[in-house]
């Protein structure tokens, strides 16, 4: 079956080549112009991923909103921000909110397709049966592949697709430090170094909330980083 991507994008040309570009890879594509309306519509059935613009027409904040909202009701959904607004404040914002990418419109379509591709993989990755049940434990730290579920001190964090990826590789090879691109690659995932970050410093924060005193990865200056037992 194919894979169903929801486009929530007010400006109806640039949103047509989205649609037109994910269709010739053999996705439903489904297009939305405002908020309001998107989320009549994942009322019925949330897509299998969505792209987000963050303004949509005078609501400027939109798809701020709209991630706020999907990410809510599926932890698991990817959802990808694609926008003209470049700002690192707007991306920070963005990815703190959930979102598992944060693109800027300049991008080239093969590569926003790759990134897209990626998403699908690790989704697909997660759902394949395990003969063996693959769980981490360390310390404080469980961590459970198959039900994609990570806990500190027995307390659940709210995480993403992409974040698990992370805390999962991290985790697997404790002391070992791994690079920007290792992170990527062991997420099936195209990103650059600066969102990396982003993420990882998102990561530390849902830690700290249940424990103060959280400091597990720890930071390799200009190598990447570890997981500290």
């Not at 963005?94 to 790759?114: E, F, N, Q, S, W």
């Not at 579920?149 to 070992?176: C, H, K, M």
């Not at 430090?177 to 998102?202: E, F, G, P």
Request: aromatic content about 8%; proline content about 3%.
């Amino acid at each position: 079956m194919a894979k169903r991507i929801a486009i929530v994008e007010d400006e109806i040309t640039i949103a047509e080549n989205y649609r037109d570009a994910f269709m010739q890879q053999g996705y439903e594509v489904s297009l939305y112009a405002d908020r309001m309306t998107a989320m009549q519509a994942f009322d019925q059935a949330l897509p299998d991923l969505a792209v987000i613009d963050v303004g949509l027409g005078d609501d400027v904040e939109g798809g701020f909103e709209l991630c706020r909202e999907l990410r809510s009701r599926s932890k698991t959904l990817p959802i990808v921000f694609l926008t003209a607004r470049e700002s690192e404040f707007d991306k920070v914002s963005g990815l703190r909110l959930g979102a598992d990418d944060y693109l800027t419109k300049d991008i080239g379509l093969p590569h926003m397709l790759a990134r897209i591709v990626a998403l699908f993989r690790r989704i697909e990755a997660l759902s394949q049966p395990e003969a063996i049940e693959e769980v981490i434990e360390h310390g404080k730290l469980s961590l459970n592949k198959s039900r994609m579920t990570v806990s500190w001190d027995n307390q659940p964090l709210d995480i993403t697709v992409t974040e698990f990826w992370i805390i999962r590789d991290l985790a697997r090879y404790p002391g070992q430090v791994k690079t920007r691109q290792q992170l990527m690659d062991s997420a099936n995932v195209v990103l650059d170094d600066n969102t990396i970050t982003s993420h990882i410093k998102r990561i530390r924060k849902k830690f700290q909330v249940i424990d103060h005193d959280f400091d597990a990865i720890k930071t390799a200056y200009g190598m990447g980083y570890r997981w500290q037992v």
